[in-house]
């Protein structure tokens, strides 16, 4: 970007369209952008280009066709809105090519999207025009925000804040953002897209729109605009680049405005397969035997975001077959899957997962799938689903997988109940793996290896140097870490004796489990992840 405001020779637009006025290339009327005055420029095409040369703009004629892959990048809006369009791509930079050189607001924006130094080229009004119908015709059309009948994100197609929300709502499609926020503050509202667990500020929103997008925002997702006072929950949903995406929409009330989040679930991108979740073999080989077992309860434990949906889901599309009845409570239902029952709790009719639960068990199951254990009814219940030969999987909050047999005793489970119902608790995490375009190896230091357990450890880490495909992060794409704590006789013996996390640990590590630790660090020495992301999400 720089590079380019040096070649303006400090030329503003107006004293350009001047200078061109001057040499009897424009008529003498008032025009108020270049925009404007570009598609006069076609009579005078050769003069032009001398023109353009002396202040140090490149004049393309003739360019060539537009790179396929370049142009997926840009939301189609925008290449026609500020007719712009990628050309092609070099080791350094991509070249762009306008009829409008000095639209400096629009170019920051392809830079950004195309992560990558522009070169802007100047290319003749007509032949714009032609770029932009055959990149249309060929790639943009496929890559639209489509709208059904309920959805009105492309109603008012000209309205500067519906143009915005879409540009941010294709801006995090694009980016793989599982979020959205808008977050008012006393002279601006941030937006910030969640890309691989981490926030990432893309827009600054000007004070006065605020009150604009935050009731573009309700709209669209049926919300109250008159009530500013309380949350609000809602749903959206839109077709992007072919896929369908629900939008779960959720405003806070702060000191500033309302913070309103979007969290984007794409459909087709769930890992549904369990050899796509990152477990190493011999965890894979228990994995899989606690999932085929034909009764008792697997828990996935672990925070918010830790990827516990994938897993479950993963499973149950694994077992799921003609001869068996899956059935599944959930709040919300954040996937649907294809031969299986989902049910979504609505607590405030009285369909809680307990009660869900107990309908459930009259509709013949054989696998049952527990959104989240949250309180001891439900656990109750799950329990003797268990224990009358259902196989029940379900979901704690805790921090590691011994914590959850003592987390169901501190809810009031009798310690024999759990003994004989649960099979085995899985905690995880998410990491980001390092980006494979970028990927560098280097010699570890003594600290690193130390902080990871691995003091022997004499082979090289990974990380990533940062590059336009990772968008100079070094991390691209996330996978899980895991703990795997199958209860065997012993297991049940220290259950039992009412033993706290700490001994249940203590004994699964003599049997072979590893920790979160543990198994981030082998998959540092596989060059997957970093020290910094495993020791981020799991310090013991």
């Known amino acids: 970007m720089k590079e380019w405001k040096l070649r303006l020779k400090n030329l503003s637009e107006k004293e350009f369209i001047e200078e061109l006025k001057g040499k009897g290339l424009l008529p003498k009327q008032e025009l108020q952008s270049f925009r404007e005055a570009s598609g006069l420029l076609k009579w005078h095409l050769k003069e032009a280009e001398e023109l353009f040369k002396e202040v140090g703009f490149?004049?393309?004629?003739?360019?060539?066709?537009?790179?396929?892959?370049?142009?997926?990048?840009v939301p189609s809006q925008l290449i026609r809105r500020e007719r712009i369009v990628p050309l092609y791509e070099t080791d350094e930079e991509v070249v762009v090519g306008t009829d409008n050189p000095f639209n400096r607001e629009g170019i920051k924006k392809f830079e950004w999207l195309l992560s990558k130094p522009v070169k802007v080229v100047v290319v003749p009004y007509d032949e714009i025009n032609n770029l932009l119908q055959g990149s249309e015709e060929e790639v943009v059309q496929e890559r639209e925000v489509e709208k059904r009948e309920e959805d009105i994100l492309t109603s008012l197609e000209e309205a500067p804040i519906v143009q915005l929300i879409n540009e941010i709502l294709m801006l995090a499609v694009r980016g793989r953002a599982s979020d959205i926020h808008f977050e008012p503050f006393r002279d601006r509202m941030r937006v910030r897209l969640r890309v691989d667990g981490v926030l990432k500020t893309v827009r600054e929103i000007p004070k006065s729109k605020i009150p604009a997008v935050v009731s573009r925002l309700k709209i669209m997702a049926n919300l109250d605009i008159a009530e500013k006072r309380l949350p609000q929950d809602g749903r959206i949903m839109i077709r992007a680049g072919g896929k369908e995406?629900?939008?779960?929409?959720?405003?806070?009330?702060?000191?500033?405005?309302e913070r309103v989040v979007l969290r984007l679930l794409m459909k087709e991108s769930i890992l549904y397969s369990t050899k796509e979740l990152g477990l190493l073999p011999e965890d894979y080989e228990k994995f899989m035997d606690l999932i085929k077992s034909p009764h008792g309860i697997l828990l996935v434990t672990g925070p918010t975001g830790s990827g516990k949906t994938t897993t479950l889901y993963a499973a149950l599309s694994e077992i799921n077959r003609e001869e068996i009845n899956v059935i599944t409570v959930e709040d919300p239902v954040e996937y649907q899957l294809?031969?299986?029952?989902?049910?979504?709790?609505?607590?405030?009719?009285?369909?809680?997962?307990?009660?869900?639960?107990?309908s459930i068990l009259r509709q013949d199951p054989d696998v049952i799938m527990v959104g989240e254990i949250r309180d001891t009814e439900t656990a109750e219940i799950a329990i003797q689903s268990a224990?009358?030969?259902?196989?029940?999987?379900?979901?704690?909050?805790?921090?590691?997988?011994?914590?959850?047999?003592?987390?169901?005793?501190?809810?009031?489970?009798?310690?024999?109940?759990?003994?004989?119902?649960?099979?085995?608790?899985?905690a995880q995490r998410l990491v980001r793996k390092v980006c494979p375009y970028c990927k560098e190896f280097y010699t570890p230091t003594e600290e690193e290896k130390r902080e990871l357990g691995i003091k022997n450890f004499s082979g090289k880490f990974a990380r990533g140097k940062g590059c336009e495909h990772c968008l100079g992060t070094g991390y691209l794409g996330r996978t899980a870490i895991y703990e795997i704590l199958q209860i065997d006789k012993d297991i049940k013996r220290l259950i039992l004796e009412r033993k706290d996390s700490e001994e249940i640990k203590e004994l699964a590590l003599e049997k072979g489990m590893k920790t979160l630790k543990m198994d981030g660090a082998v998959k540092v020495t596989m060059g997957i992840t970093t020290p910094e992301e495993v020791l981020r999400v799991a310090r013991s």
Do not use: C, W
């Open 58 to 73: 490149d004049f393309l004629r003739n360019p060539p066709k537009p790179q396929k892959e370049l142009i997926e990048k």
């Open 338 to 358: 294809d031969g299986i029952s989902q049910v979504q709790v609505k607590p405030e009719i009285g369909l809680t997962f307990a009660n869900t639960l107990r």
């Open 387 to 426: 224990l009358t030969g259902h196989l029940v999987f379900s979901t704690l909050h805790t921090n590691d997988a011994p914590s959850s047999i003592t987390r169901l005793t501190d809810m009031g489970i009798e310690p024999f109940l759990v003994a004989s119902s649960v099979i085995g608790v899985i």
């Open 245 to 257: 995406i629900d939008i779960r929409v959720s405003t806070l009330p702060t000191y500033f405005g």
